[in-house]
């Protein structure tokens, strides 16, 4: 695809987001190649980005270089540069060593570090200045996620004139968590920044307003409309949940292909044409429950309720944030654990657990999906999980059952799910067993109402409900005349 250097113009709609929407591959010149992201986030707001004509200011993903603002594909992108340094102390250090799992139930505890914190204030104020400049008088910013909780306040005070909204992927915690991290003040005040602060689930929100009317603000809770309204300096920052989804027509289109379901085909094939093809895919972190699940398998395998040759168990993991020690750890251990259960109950060209460490293709993601019987899906705290949404997606002749954990935030929309405590591994393992022997009837009734609801509730709606709110908190501001 095209990418053509523009002029850094100011917009109407602009998207500030730790990564950016496109992913650069090295090339002989030594200018990248740039290819768009297939995350769900961009495919949510590349419509919205096109017919505004907005810019998404992100991190290019290569250190210690300066790349010019230019349009791939008539997407108009602003890079933002981090250092080797900032990349160690903003994004594995303060981002992904100390937020990541204060938000998910402090499963590895989080690590403090001053120096962290101060490259994370210098970082976010790097792209609220980016913000501030490419948005037009009176522009509509979307700021994203964990990576980026102080940049709403620093962007009202640089430009009082835009519209802000904040979208937090992850979890947000109880206070009593929350108020361990020494400067939880300043991200509450930073997340108040904006006009309007969405979450994963009504729960994320509340915990919010609780801790915001800790730190002394006034709060309305939510009315009618389900929409919480936080009193901050004169003026009001609005607060709701908006779950967020993924295109699910389009996963449905791909998954019907044929060249997806042949690929689905041989898949069972080059896995020995088993009765039951079991699947999980997660990236390598340790609030996906991996070992939990893997010590559920073992059970399974080693009680004989399942048999490899006539049950295939495929855990793809997917490589992430590879230089922080918990997660090389992590890898360890799995790798220790599956090699157990292969050793222990595997045969000659029959492993029990079919080990994947890598990244594969969206195709070759939706043929496993569509190959699938039964899809397990057992974090121990998640935002949402989206694999949980795309396996429903890519099942729309109601085939195969999805297991999901009651930790992730899909469990409050997926009902058709089997849901388990995923560190229940015990439960894990009967429940496994109780599906495979449900009436196809039952399991395909619950399939269907999966993909009804995933197809009813998908990004683009997703998008446009948040927008819709956005735009309504904003225009209470005008009334309420502190623009
Ligand atoms: C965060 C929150 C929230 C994975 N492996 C491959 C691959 N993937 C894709 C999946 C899915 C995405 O990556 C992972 O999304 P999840 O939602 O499962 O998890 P996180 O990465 O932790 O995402 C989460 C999400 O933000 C969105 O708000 O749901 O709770 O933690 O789309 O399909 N894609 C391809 N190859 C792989 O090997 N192509």
Redesign the pocket.
């Known amino acids: 695809m095209q990418s053509v250097p523009c002029r850094p113009q100011r917009s109407d709609f602009v998207v500030v987001a730790n990564r950016l929407p496109v992913v650069g591959e090295p090339t002989e010149s030594g200018e990248p190649s740039w290819r768009r992201s297939?995350?769900?986030?961009v495919t949510a707001l590349e419509p919205v980005l096109r017919r505004a004509q907005g810019v998404w200011i992100g991190w290019a993903g290569e250190c210690d270089r300066r790349t010019a603002p230019f349009s791939h594909d008539g997407m108009r992108v602003h890079p933002v540069s981090l250092s080797a340094r900032e990349l160690a102390s903003y994004y594995e250090g303060f981002s992904n060593a100390t937020v990541w799992p204060l938000f998910h139930d402090t499963i590895v505890p989080p690590t403090l570090d001053r120096g962290w914190w101060q490259s994370y204030v210098q970082v976010n104020t790097r792209f609220a200045e980016a913000a501030a400049l490419a948005a037009a008088p009176g522009a509509t910013v979307w700021v994203h996620?964990y990576q980026l909780l102080l940049v709403p306040a620093m962007l009202r005070t640089l430009r009082p004139d835009v519209t802000i909204g904040f979208f937090l992927?992850?979890?947000f915690p109880p206070e009593e968590l929350f108020m361990q991290l020494p400067w939880w003040t300043e991200i509450i005040d930073g997340m108040l920044g904006a006009d309007l602060v969405g979450f994963?689930l009504p729960r994320d929100a509340e915990n919010f307003r609780r801790t915001a009317a800790i730190r002394g603000s006034a709060i309305d809770p939510p009315g009618a409309d389900a929409i919480g309204r936080i009193h901050v300096g004169g003026r009001v920052a609005w607060t709701g949940a908006f779950p967020?989804a993924?295109d699910a027509a389009g996963l449905t289109t791909l998954a019907t292909s044929a060249a997806v379901r042949g690929r689905a085909r041989r898949i069972r094939a080059e896995l020995g044409q088993p009765d039951t093809v079991i699947l999980s895919?997660?990236?390598l972190?340790y609030?996906?429950g991996i070992p939990e699940r893997l010590a559920a398998l073992d059970a399974l395998y080693k009680q004989g309720r399942l048999i490899p040759g006539r049950h295939a168990t495929v855990q793809?993991v997917?490589p992430?944030r590879e230089r922080i020690p918990q997660y090389r750890e992590l890898r360890r251990r799995i790798e220790i654990e599956v090699g157990h259960i292969n050793g222990a109950y595997g045969a000659l060209g029959r492993p029990a657990v079919h080990y994947l460490h890598?990244?594969?293709?969206?195709e070759?993601?939706a043929a496993f999906l569509v190959a699938t019987d039964l899809m397990l899906?057992t974090?121990l705290r998640?935002?949402?999980?989206?694999?949980?949404k795309?396996y429903a997606a890519c099942h729309p002749d109601a085939d195969g059952a999805l297991i999901l954990s009651e930790f992730?935030?899909?469990a409050a929309e997926l009902h058709g799910a089997y849901l388990v405590n995923p560190y229940d591994t015990d439960r894990l393992a009967s429940t496994v067993d109780a599906v495979l022997n449900d009436p196809v009837a039952q399991r395909s009734r619950r399939m269907d109402t999966m993909h009804r609801q995933v197809r009813r509730h998908d990004v683009h709606a997703w998008a446009r409900s948040y927008l819709g709110v956005l735009h309504r908190a904003r225009a209470g501001r005008t009334v309420l005349g502190v623009s």
């Open positions: 297939p995350g769900g986030l996620d992927h992850i979890p994963q967020v993924v895919v997660d990236r972190d609030t996906k793809i997917t992430s890598r990244s594969v293709g969206r070759e993601l899906v974090p998640d935002g949402m999980n989206l694999v949980a795309e992730a935030g899909a």
